[in-house]
C-alpha cells in the first residue's frame, strides 16, 4: 500500500478529492472506485505496484490515430474505476476489488523496464480509469520521462483540476472518452456528471503541452441521437479546435446491456458526416 494524494480531514471526516465524486469514506472502508481506503484515518492507495493487466499494443488502439503512427506502447491498468458504465467493455476488472485477483507486484521502475525491453516508444495507463491509480500513474510518468518514452492516458476525464495540473506535466498525449453529451446520460448509465469532463478537456488545452484526441461510443437508442451529436460536435470545435481528433466508436453487447444490438455502421457514417459538418477535420470510425 502507499499513501495517496489529494484527500484531507474535514470535520472529523475523510474526504478523497481526486475525482468529482469526492468521496466521504469512513473508517476502514474504500471509496466509489474500491481502490483507495480509510485505514486509521489515513487514505491508502490499494492498487500501487499492482497492475492485473499489462499488454503491448499499437499506439491506434488507445485510440490515437495523429500521436506517434506506427509505433508501439507499453499498456498497464490496475483494478477499479471511478465510474460505473453499465456498458463497459472491461467490467471484469473495472468493477473488481484488489482483493477480487491475484496480485502480483511490479514497481513503476520496473514498467519502465518492461516497456524499454518490448521497444515500445510509450506508456499508456489504460483499460479501466487511470486516475485510480493515480499514485502508480504519477510515479511511473516521471521515470518513463526520465528514459525519454512518452506517456499516454486513457480516461474517462472524471477529475478533479488540481491532479490534472500535477500529473499532466508529464502526460504527452490522452483520449478522453465522452460518454455522451448528455447530463442525464451520465447520471442515468455512468453514476457521474458530463461538466466535469467537459471542464478536465478545458483544462488540459491550457496546458498546451499535451496532445489530445477524444472517443465517443455510440450506443443504438440512447446518445445517437443527431442533434446531441451535433451539439458535442460543435463545442469540440469551438473549445478544442477544429483539428481535434474525435473517434466515433461502435459499441457491442457487454456488462449490462447485453439486451442492445451493435451499433449499425449507417449510425456511425451519419455521426461522421455530422462531426465533419460541424467543421471537425480529423474524424475517426472506430469498431467496425
Known sequence: M??????????????????????????????????????????????????????????????????????????????????????????????????????????PEKIVELAIENNCDSISYTYVEPTIFYEYVYETAMLAHEKGLKNVMVTNGYINRDPVRKLYKYIDAVNIDIKSFSEDFYKQYCAASLAPVLKTIREIKRMKTVHIELTNLIIPGLNDNEEEIKQMCEWIKEKIGEKTPLHFSRFFPHHKMKDKEPTPKETLLKAKEIAETAGLERVQLGNI
Request: positive net charge; contains cysteine; hydrophobic residues 35%.
Open 2 to 107: 502507499k499513501e495517496a494524494m489529494f484527500w484531507e480531514i474535514m470535520h472529523g471526516e475523510l474526504k478523497c478529492l481526486l475525482c468529482p465524486k469526492n468521496c466521504a469514506i469512513p473508517l476502514d472502508q474504500t471509496g466509489f472506485c474500491k481502490a483507495r481506503k480509510n485505514i486509521d484515518g489515513k487514505l491508502y492507495s490499494l492498487v500501487f505496484s499492482h497492475p492485473t493487466s499489462l499488454a503491448v499494443d499499437p499506439i491506434e488502439k488507445k485510440p490515437l490515430a495523429h500521436f506517434m503512427p506506427g509505433t508501439k506502447t507499453f499498456s498497464f491498468s490496475t483494478v477499479g474505476c471511478n465510474l460505473g458504465c453499465m456498458f463497459c467493455q472491461n467490467w471484469e476488472i473495472a468493477r473488481a476489488s484488489p482483493d477480487d485477483r491475484p496480485k502480483r507486484t511490479i514497481s
